[in-house]
């Protein structure tokens, strides 16, 4: 009950411990990603500014390089690309028709290397046609929103909006990979329906770029430019940022610079893994601390049953001891008990005493024989069972001749109906001890009914003795129970019986042990215990 108990405590104790601790990590992980998804949000709105000013630059560019383009007369000026080359921002000039067919410069033209040089660089862009499906499906697209316009009502009365339209620019940028990296082209289309167009300097544009984008940041953070190579093309801030640490947000920037992208870092994203760094030491402490109570209070549990174990241990190695002790004395009381009842005497006072002595002797003998068995290793006394064919009703007939006297003694009338021809193999000390400790057992609670009786039958390869009494009776759901040791089934049926309580527990461990079985059987009046026993041996 104290182990239970203890137990118990523990069990009320861990658990809702187990509890806060999962709670309280569910509770930081929720909180955690909530901050995070805040944070991101932030970051993101930071990041959409940043991205705001690379758009207004990529727009500036696009008016800036259209205007230079937008001057040339091809058929005119026949030097009008040494003029354009003069600009930092363009590298290289070129001219197409408007199915994007390269028109200038050649690529046999020797007179422009660095035309020739350029043919080489974009000689993707024109074989995959991917400049001229861009070409085509903008201008197809263009020209589709005129025709639908200038069938329209409104666009007829509306003027204004007919030359809007028609002065609309057509123009994109493209983008191709060419040895270091990214390279870029933009093109327009010409009021004559030539496509002109230039190879931008990207080195100048990243140049420019860094030059409109500011030094600082006015939120708490820093923001870096990655290209796609991961490498940083600037940043600003005042963060500095650790090495392993994750950006809060990114961003990809618009096309064609849709291969680079904007990461936004903050304290907060760092403060976040400190805090739960801290939350999980402080989880793992706690862990460590409840373990070692476990461990601490098992420990303890543990020694107590250790000691209790070897005291009961000492106990019953004590009783086994003075159990030894008592047969010497026991035996010898018996021995010359026997020896002075086979004098022949007219006094019957002395015969009379004389038999009881060696009744009682026999009973001190079977309650040291069971003392002795129940702690017993089992498979010791397995190993000491010598299985031998008997001839059961020869050693019931003898077993009652011992026991008979002291029966009759008591009022009891004693039945035999010995039926079986065969014999049993088991030990036959074991044998003697069960019927022995079943007869003991009737002795004392059938005293109302006096009556034993006792009969032997076979049936499917095994002898059947049955010990039959008209005692007070075991109700069904108590059969199997009393095998258990120290079981009595109530009070008022145990007032006046003297025992130890192991008989029975005894008896069925030794009939298991002969390979047979003793069980307790509902009859309408008393009880009737069976004992099975094989008639054949075992090879």
């Known amino acids: 009950m104290k182990y239970r108990l203890t137990i118990l405590f523990i069990f009320i104790l861990f658990v809702p411990i187990s509890l806060m601790l999962w709670f309280g990590q569910k509770s930081f992980i929720n909180e955690q990603k909530l901050l995070q998804a805040e944070n991101a949000k932030r970051g993101d709105a930071i990041l959409e500014e940043s991205h705001l000013n690379i758009d207004i630059f990529l727009r500036e560019i ?21 003029n354009l080359l003069g600009q ?64 329209s009502m409104f666009y007829a009365n509306q003027k204004g909006s007919r030359g809007n ?48 984008l500011p030094n600082r940041l006015i939120h708490p953070g820093t923001i870096k430019l990655i290209d796609s190579r991961s490498a940083v093309i600037y940043q600003w801030g005042d963060y500095e940022i650790n090495e392993k640490a994750n950006p809060l947000a990114k961003l990809r920037v618009q096309y064609p610079l849709d291969s680079w992208t904007l990461q936004y870092y903050t304290r907060s994203q760092e403060s976040l893994g ?13 862990l460590l601390f409840l373990g070692l109570f476990i461990l601490f209070v098992g420990g303890w549990i543990g020694f107590y049953l250790w000691r209790d174990i070897k005291i ?82 020869d050693l019931i007939e003898n077993i009652i001749l011992q026991e008979e006297p002291y029966l009759i003694q008591l009022g009891f009338k004693v039945e035999l109906n010995l039926t079986t ?86 008896s069925k461990e030794l009939a298991i042990l002969n390979g047979g079985d003793l069980i307790c059987m509902n009859v309408p009046k008393g009880s009737r215990f069976r004992l099975k026993l094989k008639k054949y041996k075992e090879v």
């Open 312 to 393: 009961i241990e000492n106990r019953m190695s004590f009783v086994t001891q003075v159990s030894h002790e008592l047969r010497t004395p026991l035996t010898n009381i018996r021995l010359y008990s026997e020896l002075l009842g086979r004098i022949e005497s007219s006094n019957e006072k002395h015969k009379k005493y004389i038999s009881v002595i060696v009744q009682e002797s026999e009973r001190l003998s079977r309650l040291i024989q069971n003392v002795l068995t129940f702690n017993k290793d089992k498979n010791k006394t397995k190993e000491n069972l010598s299985i031998v064919s008997l001839d059961i009703n």
């Open 274 to 286: 400190r805090l739960k760094k801290v939350y999980d030491l402080a989880l793992n402490t706690n």
């Open 421 to 506: 021809e065969s014999n049993a193999f088991a030990d036959k000390d074991s044998i003697i001890q069960i019927i022995g400790n079943v007869i003991s057992n009737a002795e004392k609670y059938a005293k109302e009914g006096k009556y034993i009786g006792i009969s032997s039958s076979e049936e499917k390869g095994f002898i059947l003795i049955d010990i039959v009494d008209y005692g007070p009776g075991i109700p069904s759901s108590l059969l199997t129970k009393v095998f258990s040791p120290f079981f009595r089934i109530h009070n008022n049926l145990s007032d006046g019986v003297a025992g130890t309580g192991i008989g029975l527990t005894i």
């Open 62 to 82: 696009k008016s800036e390089i259209s205007t230079q383009l937008l001057k040339i007369n091809w058929t005119n000026n026949s030097n009008f690309h040494e």
């Open 165 to 212: 339209i028609s002065k609309r620019l057509v123009d994109g940028f493209l983008t191709w990979y060419w040895e270091e990296g990214l390279n870029l082209l933009y093109w327009c289309e010409n009021p004559k329906g030539y496509i002109v167009g230039a190879e931008i300097n990207f080195a100048y544009l990243k140049a420019r770029l860094i030059g409109r």
């Open 88 to 151: 930092p921002l363009i590298k290289q000039v070129f001219i197409t028709d408007n199915k994007g067919k390269l028109l200038f410069p050649l690529k046999d033209d020797e007179s422009n290397p660095d035309g020739i040089e350029f043919v080489k660089r974009t000689k993707n862009v024109w074989l995959n046609k991917s400049f001229k499906t861009e070409v085509i499906n903008k201008l197809s697209g263009i020209n589709s929103v005129k025709n639908k316009l200038s069938n």
